[in-house]
């Protein structure tokens, strides 16, 4: 049984890891931590969890959350984690962080985006950006993994086969996002109220987004070039999941049938990504699981080829996948408490 504690507990995310741990065979809760007023049962915060979890949710006290428990999720703010994570490995504990802190390697690119002075070099080197469809074996060793972001996620599984198996004629690549309103966070903003998003569509962030690095850094990392891609998110009245659909230019001499081969071999044996060849994927059908769906459909006479992936942003853009990761970590079957 290993012993696990969630920092940053209250928001959105935290609190979908509870709900996914209680149910995992392997775990036990023993530590929960979360900015808030005074130290109080878990239960009264959300209280479907009365007889289900008596443990009380603290404010943070690192040296009482290492004697505690041995592996952290922290769910806690861009440029926060930074400032915790190195305090719990420096005990040997694992870390999964499901802020950006770790997951760009190029420190003047973080600093330029989250206007902020990274102070934990060592460990952005050391840490394994935590997409098992790419990085399955690396993470299995890792002390330290750093949660992809939703859109990422959805992104970078939707092109990867096409860019592995050279399928793309450039990397002219553009990405329409629209997401559920929980992807923003549990916060308090004019911009979040009921009354301005209800009945809207909102673009936001156009080609400014703190997500572009990322995907643009994995993708290049891939092709082994340079790439610069236009992103286009929207906020949508929904609570949760994720949509994207992409763009790009398919190389020359390439058909449907190819395109889908090249697909489903490469997601083969991958447990959460669905290829649909004769439907379309929807939010509907991937919100409440940790599955992303994806279907391409190449149009030879207008020479482009469209890619549309779904994923719920809390699960498999978040939550769900940071368990799938501690799963790999701790060497339990990756599927457990997912499916």
């Given amino acids: 049984m ?3 504690g969630v920092i ?16 995992h065979p392997n775990i036990k809760i023993t530590y929960l931590a979360a ?8 239960d009264e915060i959300f209280p ?9 949710c603290e404010i943070l006290d690192i040296q009482k959350a290492i004697s505690k428990a041995d592996l952290f999720f922290l769910a806690l703010p861009h440029t926060v984690s930074f400032k915790v994570a190195p305090l ?4 040997n504990k694992k870390v999964i962080d499901l802020s950006a802190d770790y997951r760009i390697k190029n420190l003047s690119v973080y600093e330029f985006w989250y206007k902020t002075k990274h102070t934990d070099t060592a460990n952005v080197k050391k840490s394994v950006y935590g997409l098992p469809e790419l990085y399955r074996e690396k993470i299995k060793k890792a002390d330290l993994v750093a949660n992809p972001g939703c859109y990422p996620t959805a992104a970078i599984l939707s092109l990867l086969p096409l860019l592995i198996s ?18 923003a966070g549990r916060k308090a903003s004019m911009d979040f109220f009921f009354s301005e998003i209800n009945e809207n569509l909102k673009p936001y962030k156009i080609n400014s987004h703190q997500h572009m690095p990322e995907i643009e850094q994995e993708l290049s990392k891939i092709t082994e070039k340079k790439i610069l891609l236009s992103f286009c998110p929207h906020l ?7 949509l994207e659909t992409i763009y790009c230019v398919p190389r020359s001499g390439i058909d449907q049938e190819k ?20 439907s379309l994927p929807t939010i509907r059908d991937v919100v409440g699981t940790n599955f992303c769906d994806i279907a391409v459909k190449l149009d030879k006479q207008r020479d482009i080829l469209i890619v549309v992936s779904a994923i719920d942003n809390l699960l498999k853009g978040a939550a769900g996948q940071a368990v799938q990761n501690m799963n790999l970590m701790c060497g339990f079957p990756e599927t457990t408490a997912l499916l």
């Fill in 35 to 42: 900015k808030i007023e005074k130290e109080q049962p878990i």
């Fill in 259 to 278: 395109i889908l081969r090249i697909y489903k071999k490469f997601y083969q044996t991958e447990p959460f990504v669905r290829i649909f060849e004769k």
């Fill in 8 to 23: 940053g507990a209250t928001g959105y995310t935290g609190e979908e890891i509870i709900r996914i741990l209680l149910r």
């Fill in 88 to 91: 719990l490995l420096a005990h």
């Fill in 48 to 56: 479907y969890l009365s007889s289900r979890l008596d443990l009380n």
């Fill in 2 to 4: 290993v012993k696990v």
């Fill in 236 to 242: 949508i009245p929904i609570n949760r999941g994720i």
């Fill in 166 to 183: 050279e399928s793309l004629e450039n990397t002219a690549i553009i990405i329409d996002a629209k997401s559920g309103l929980t992807g």
